[in-house]
């Protein structure tokens, strides 16, 4: 029997992160997922309940020494999708770019675009051809959508991160691969908040779908959860 597809799924510990996860060895998958050193997580749960089919792997994201000794561990591994789900916002989301603390700044840019284009860079030639490379963007990531405001260095971070994507996407056009920047839409998690209106259960089967059906498909996608394209 043909061996089970892999994904590494880069902030896996808990919420959206944690729900893929689920998702994707639901679908018969096999998962690594990373988690930040610290107490016991929802990943670790889901690798009991599936063993031999779950991989955790300790990473912080903004530490560039913690990426490149991840990739040493999985040299030689082939992971059929690589999806960067990590990211943060602001203590205060009403906060406007121009009052917010630099280090506050620093903070979201750094986990939100910086890091996650750290993670594609080190990790990518482990994706084969017809493997899919993803990160967790969002609709307030628009620039054209952008009509109400709030939100701004959230909002400011997510646009950085789909232009990144851009260029990583024109650096690798002589070898184009799947590529997705992901709209999931407002969903109730910790980051989201408890007035999002979708909740987990009915946002991840279709996030997990979307991946799947779009690996393969060469060339970068800014998608929400519908398969719908979101303006840059």
């Known amino acids: 029997m043909p061996s089970a597809s892999t994904i590494l799924i880069v902030g896996a510990s808990r919420g959206l992160g944690a729900a893929m996860a689920a998702g994707f060895l639901g679908r018969g998958w ?4 990373t988690v930040r050193a610290g107490p016991r997580t929802e990943l670790h749960d889901l690798a009991e309940k ?3 089919c779950v991989g955790i792997e300790t ?6 020494g913690q990426i490149a000794d991840l990739r040493g561990r999985l040299a030689g591994k082939a992971l059929d999708i690589l999806f960067v ?7 205060d989301q009403r906060v406007r770019v121009g009052d917010v603390a630099t280090e506050e700044f620093v903070r979201v840019m750094v986990t939100n675009a910086l890091g996650p284009m750290r993670v594609i860079e080190a990790l990518q030639d482990l994706v084969p051809a017809d493997g899919m490379i993803g990160a967790m963007s969002s609709g307030q990531g628009s620039i054209a959508n952008n009509e109400t ?7 400011g971070s997510k646009a950085a991160l789909n232009m990144f994507m851009r260029s990583f996407a024109a650096r690798e056009v002589a070898h184009p ?3 997705l920047a992901l709209a999931p839409g407002w969903i109730r998690t910790d980051l989201g908040g ?3 209106p979708f909740t987990i259960e009915e946002s991840v089967p279709l996030l997990v779908d979307l991946l799947i ?3 393969g498909v060469p060339g970068l996608q800014y998608l929400d959860r519908f398969g719908q394209a979101v303006p840059w």
């Open 30 to 33: 096999n998962v690594i997922g």
């Open 59 to 64: 990473l912080d994201i903004n530490e560039a």
């Open 177 to 179: 691969r799947a590529m």
């Open 194 to 196: 408890p007035d999002a």
């Open 50 to 52: 599936h063993p031999g």
């Open 149 to 155: 405001g709030m939100r701004e260095v959230y909002r």
């Open 213 to 215: 059906a779009k690996r």
């Open 85 to 91: 789900n990590a990211g943060t916002t602001t203590h």
